[in-house]
C-alpha cells in the first residue's frame, strides 16, 4: 500500500464508505452494472484493492479455509480483490476508453457490420461468468462519427466488464454506440453462455442465450433487418 493510499486511511474511514458518500451526495446510482469511475478520486482505487483484500480474507476465514498452512490459498484474497477490481469488474472503476470519432466524408450509407466480438462478464445474481459473442450492425447517414474497428471492442468490453444480465448489457451498449456514432440505425445482437446455469442450478450445459436491441432503420426496415441477420449468420 503506497503512502497516498495510506492518507486516505487516516481517520479510519474505509475507502468505500467515502465513495459511497459522494454517490449518495448525488443521488448517483451504483447498481452493480453502473460506472462509478467520477466518483473514484486518485490513489482511492490502490486503496479499495487493499479493502477488499481484506474483506476477501473474511471471506476465505469464513469458508474455513486454511489461508496460513496452504501455499495455494495464502495470497488468494489479493489476487481475487485484484481480478475484481482490475479485470473482471474493470468497467465499474475505470472510465470509458477514449475514442477518436472522425466525420462520415465519404457519406457512406451502407450497411456495416462488426463481430463477433469475444465479450466476458459476470452474472450479477451469482458472480458467475457468462462468455459469449457480440456482432453490432451500424446503418450510417452523412451525418454520422466513424469509429475504428478496435473501438468498437474496447467499447463493449468496457460495459461487459461489470456483474450484468445479458439483457441489460446489451441496452448499455447499444445505447453508447448510438450516443457515439449517431448512425440512422442500430442493431447489437449478443449471444452467450451463462456459467450460473451450468456450473451450478440445473447444470445445462448446453443452454446459451441469444439477445437484441434494434434502433431506428433496423426497427422501422424488415428487409435491413434480415440482411443483417442473414449476414452473421454466415
Known sequence: MNEQSLSYRADHTPVSERIRARLMRDGARF???????SYIEPGELDALLDEVSQRMQGVLESLVIDTVSDHNSQDTARRVAKMYLREVFGGRYTPAPPVTEFP???????????????????CSHHLCPVMGKVWIG????????????????????????????????????????????Q???????MEADHFCMQWRGVKDNDARMINSVMHGSFLKDPALRREFLSLIKR
Open 104 to 122: 462520415n466524408v465519404s457519406h457512406l450509407n451502407e450497411l456495416m457490420i462488426i463481430g463477433p466480438i469475444a465479450v466476458r462478464s459476470a
Open 31 to 37: 447498481h452493480a452494472n453502473d460506472n462509478i469511475a
Open 138 to 181: 451500424v446503418m450510417p447517414n452523412q451525418h454520422s462519427n466513424l469509429i475504428g474497428l478496435s473501438k468498437y471492442a474496447r467499447l463493449a468490453g468496457w460495459i461487459m466488464s461489470r456483474p450484468q444480465i445479458q439483457e441489460e448489457a446489451v441496452v448499455q451498449l447499444a445505447e453508447l454506440l448510438q450516443e457515439k456514432v
Open 183 to 189: 448512425p440512422d440505425g442500430l442493431a447489437v445482437i
